[in-house]
């Protein structure tokens, strides 16, 4: 069983930056692919970036290449997600997500089993 919390959202103006933390309990998260997923209101929860257990691959959805960043620190527990040049659209709930049952990285959110309860993103134009 893996517990999660997110933080780190707020309100920032577009093109700013901005990094969310997620932090987890157990020993077992250095294991686990790990993703972030937001849902903005109205849509359907959309896949962001993912990481895989050591941290040495990772995988963007086109709408984040290139201004977000995932990464990890297993001895912290913990998986990051650097958002910059942040657009309005960005705005939605955040969440980090555990997929222990794959070995790679995987955008379908069917296949993560712990998710954490979100974190606000609002960017204003």
């Known amino acids: 069983q893996v517990q999660l919390q997110e933080s780190g959202g707020t309100l920032v103006q577009a093109g700013g930056s901005l990094t969310l933390s997620c932090a987890a309990s157990g020993r077992a998260f250095r294991r686990y692919t790990m993703g972030w997923f937001r849902q903005a209101p109205g849509e359907e929860r959309e896949f962001v970036a993912a990481?895989?257990?050591?941290?040495?691959?990772?995988y963007y959805a086109d709408s984040v290449k290139g201004r977000f960043t995932i990464s990890r620190d297993n001895a912290k527990n913990t998986v990051y997600l650097q958002m910059n040049s942040l657009k309005p659209e960005d705005t939605a709930v955040y969440y980090c997500?555990?997929?222990?049952?794959?070995?790679?990285?995987?955008?379908?959110?069917?296949?993560?089993?712990?998710w954490g309860q979100g974190t606000q993103v609002t960017v204003s134009s």
């Open positions: 990481i895989s257990w050591s941290g040495s691959t990772t």
């Open positions: 997500a555990a997929a222990p049952r794959v070995s790679t990285m995987t955008p379908d959110s069917d296949l993560y089993d712990y």
